[in-house]
């Protein structure tokens, strides 16, 4: 009673009972300390979510040959891009109904069905034994898996306003890891008869399906956090209508009822004419195209011979640059952006970190005048501090979208951010691929030889999402909704 008593004055607001999102946000109340549980939670949820959208590269081309429908070996990367582009078709189809589904019945189903759905259907994927069958498993993969909308709208909730930028950045560093150790696990695990015979023996269910240990691994783990996501908390609303009969008949008693009124306008406000919000959603799309495109043109630029001016390193040397930069990510997102984004606030920080990127990316390709460790550090560092501004202004984008919406419209908001940002991400890989063989052929030009073009594009690219994210373009929203719900 008397431990009652002391904590009562603290709560400030009113929370109901029986309501998931009220006992969140007590809890969050109660104690201002950041949850190292609820950090782990968002980790392994996109983590896991992550791992199945890349990891089929490194052996897609061998998978495809296996299947034997091209008539030519120039027609299986042909084939290949066919089965990689499935995923994100399937997910720019349907993230905006899987975001209004998490805000009718709940974020928690909604990660659970996802990861259910990446059990079964990346696990059915591994034992593709045809084209069609691995084009329909990697759609329904797509198209079923509704977590990455919905993840970010949790994060925003689980954490109280001081920690939420901890909570987002977790998010990117999760999936950028996730796109760096999905390569590595499809690299090494795939045809393991032939890597590794004294574990897997010939005739085995291995050498029969070679891609499928890659599979079963990121699937092991997507149903472990399955299982972990039936114990974590629900963060949304759910007040019946007399609990809002009562919140008004309060309201008018305190004199607060043109309050209520602003707040309901904003409760019906469309989505698509919430501008500070598609303003935010465009922005991220269109930095969102100038990472993926930037990923493809550098792993195929990396590999090129120096006579065309790339810097011919080996798949392994490229991994391993990757995952220095994976490694300095989780530090900087983790230990250093929160503290940045205090100081300087998500869109002033992202607006310098686009500045300082266009710099540096023209600088890539002088780099290849270099060699041996000296060019190994230094492609290193450059890789490092690409990906950190890189992903300090898609964080402070992610920010910006889940504060300008209420709670009951940030699934459905979150969910036209993924729809919109596939769309151009569908789009940046081919693009990317084909400016750079074109550079590649201008190699002797007097203007831009070579790689310089193809970077000078993705500066173009980079420019364009700059610009974006200055007024007017971009504007936060006037009494912008605090996160602590009032329902």
Same mark, same amino acid.
């Given at each position: 009673?008397?431990?009652?008593?002391?904590?009562?004055?603290?709560?400030?607001?009113?929370?109901?009972?029986?309501?998931?999102?009220?006992?969140?946000?007590?809890?969050?109340?109660?104690?201002?300390?950041?949850?190292?549980?609820?950090?782990?939670?968002?980790?392994?949820?996109?983590?896991?979510?992550?791992?199945?959208?890349?990891?089929?590269?490194?052996?897609?081309?061998?998978?495809?040959?296996?299947?034997?429908?091209?008539?030519?070996?120039?027609?299986?990367?042909?084939?290949?891009?066919?089965?990689?582009?499935?995923?994100?078709?399937?997910?720019?189809?349907?993230?905006?109904?899987?975001?209004?589904?998490?805000?009718?019945?709940?974020?928690?189903?909604?990660?659970?069905?996802?990861?259910?759905?990446?059990?079964?259907?990346?696990?059915?994927?591994?034992?593709?034994?045809?084209?069609?069958?691995?084009?329909?498993?990697?759609?329904?993969?797509?198209?079923?898996?509704?977590?990455?909308?919905?993840?970010?709208?949790?994060?925003?909730?689980?954490?109280?306003?001081?920690?939420?930028?901890?909570?987002?950045?977790?998010?990117?560093?999760?999936?950028?890891?996730?796109?760096?150790?999905?390569?590595?696990?499809?690299?090494?695990?795939?045809?393991?008869?032939?890597?590794?015979?004294?574990?897997?023996?010939?005739?085995?269910?291995?050498?029969?399906?070679?891609?499928?240990?890659?599979?079963?691994?990121?699937?092991?783990?997507?149903?472990?956090?399955?299982?972990?996501?039936?114990?974590?908390?629900?963060?949304?609303?759910?007040?019946?209508?007399?609990?809002?009969?009562?919140?008004?008949?309060?309201?008018?008693?305190?004199?607060?009822?043109?309050?209520?009124?602003?707040?309901?306008?904003?409760?019906?406000?469309?989505?698509?004419?919430?501008?500070?919000?598609?303003?935010?959603?465009?922005?991220?799309?269109?930095?969102?195209?100038?990472?993926?495109?930037?990923?493809?043109?550098?792993?195929?630029?990396?590999?090129?011979?120096?006579?065309?001016?790339?810097?011919?390193?080996?798949?392994?040397?490229?991994?391993?640059?990757?995952?220095?930069?994976?490694?300095?990510?989780?530090?900087?997102?983790? !230990?250093?952006? =929160?503290?940045?984004?205090?100081? %300087?606030?998500?869109? &002033?920080?992202?607006?310098?970190? /686009?500045? $300082?990127? +266009?710099?540096?990316?023209?600088?890539?390709?002088?780099?290849?005048?270099?060699?041996?460790?000296?060019?190994?550090?230094?492609?290193?560092?450059?890789?490092?501090?690409?990906?950190?501004?890189?992903?300090?202004?898609?964080?402070?984008?992610?920010?910006?979208?889940?504060?300008?919406?209420?709670?009951?419209?940030?699934?459905?908001?979150?969910?036209?951010?993924?729809?919109?940002?596939?769309?151009?991400?569908?789009?940046?890989?081919?693009?990317?691929?084909?400016?750079?063989?074109?550079?590649?052929?201008?190699?002797?030009? !007097?203007?831009? =030889?070579?790689?310089?073009?193809? %970077?000078?594009?993705? &500066?173009?690219?980079?420019?364009? /999402?700059? $610009?974006? +994210?200055?007024?007017?373009?971009?504007?936060?929203?006037?009494?912008?909704?605090?996160?602590?719900?009032?329902?």
């Amino acid at each position: 009673m008397e431990e009652e008593k002391i904590r009562e004055p603290l709560l400030k607001n009113k929370y109901y009972e029986n309501c998931p999102g009220c006992k969140v946000d007590k809890a969050k109340e109660l104690n201002q300390n950041l949850s190292i549980l609820n950090l782990g939670i968002i980790w392994m949820v996109v983590l896991s979510a992550s791992l199945p959208i890349s990891s089929l590269f490194p052996f897609l081309y061998f998978m495809v040959r296996d299947f034997n429908i091209a008539k030519t070996e120039a027609d299986i990367s042909s084939y290949a891009g066919y089965v990689g582009s499935a995923f994100m078709l399937g997910r720019g189809l349907t993230s905006v109904l899987w975001g209004m589904l998490a805000d009718r019945y709940g974020r928690k189903p909604v990660l659970i069905i996802g990861l259910v759905t990446i059990v079964i259907f990346n696990t059915l994927f591994g034992l593709s034994t045809s084209l069609w069958m691995a084009i329909i498993m990697r759609f329904l993969l797509g198209s079923l898996c509704g977590v990455f909308g919905p993840v970010k709208a949790y994060a925003a909730e689980l954490f109280r306003e001081e920690h939420q930028a901890l909570g987002l950045s977790t998010v990117s560093a999760a999936w950028g890891i996730g796109l760096i150790i999905g390569p590595a696990l499809g690299g090494y695990l795939a045809q393991p008869t032939e890597k590794y015979p004294h574990l897997f023996l010939k005739g085995s269910i291995w050498d029969k399906f070679p891609y499928f240990l890659p599979c079963l691994i990121i699937s092991g783990f997507a149903f472990l956090v399955a299982i972990v996501c039936i114990w974590i908390p629900e963060t949304l609303h759910n007040h019946n209508d007399r609990n809002k009969s009562i919140d008004d008949a309060e309201a008018v008693e305190n004199g607060s009822i043109g309050a209520d009124k602003d707040r309901i306008i904003q409760k019906s406000e469309s989505l698509l004419r919430n501008w500070p919000l598609m303003s935010a959603i465009l922005a991220y799309s269109v930095f969102a195209l100038h990472d993926v495109t930037y990923q493809e043109v550098f792993s195929l630029w990396a590999v090129s011979p120096p006579r065309l001016g790339g810097l011919n390193f080996t798949t392994d040397d490229v991994g391993n640059v990757l995952s220095i930069s994976g490694f300095a990510l989780i530090i900087y997102q983790i !230990s250093l952006y =929160p503290h940045v984004e205090k100081a %300087f606030g998500p869109i &002033n920080i992202a607006r310098i970190s /686009g500045v $300082l990127s +266009i710099p540096l990316l023209q600088s890539y390709p002088f780099m290849a005048m270099l060699s041996g460790l000296t060019l190994y550090i230094v492609i290193s560092c450059a890789s490092i501090m690409k990906n950190l501004l890189s992903m300090t202004i898609i964080t402070g984008l992610f920010l910006i979208q889940n504060r300008v919406v209420e709670q009951h419209q940030r699934g459905e908001a979150n969910g036209i951010a993924m729809t919109c940002m596939s769309l151009f991400k569908s789009i940046g890989p081919a693009t990317g691929g084909a400016i750079l063989t074109w550079s590649q052929k201008r190699i002797d030009a !007097s203007i831009l =030889p070579g790689p310089h073009t193809v %970077f000078f594009v993705l &500066n173009l690219v980079e420019a364009v /999402g700059l $610009l974006m +994210i200055f007024t007017p373009f971009l504007r936060e929203k006037k009494n912008t909704i605090s996160i602590k719900e009032q329902c």
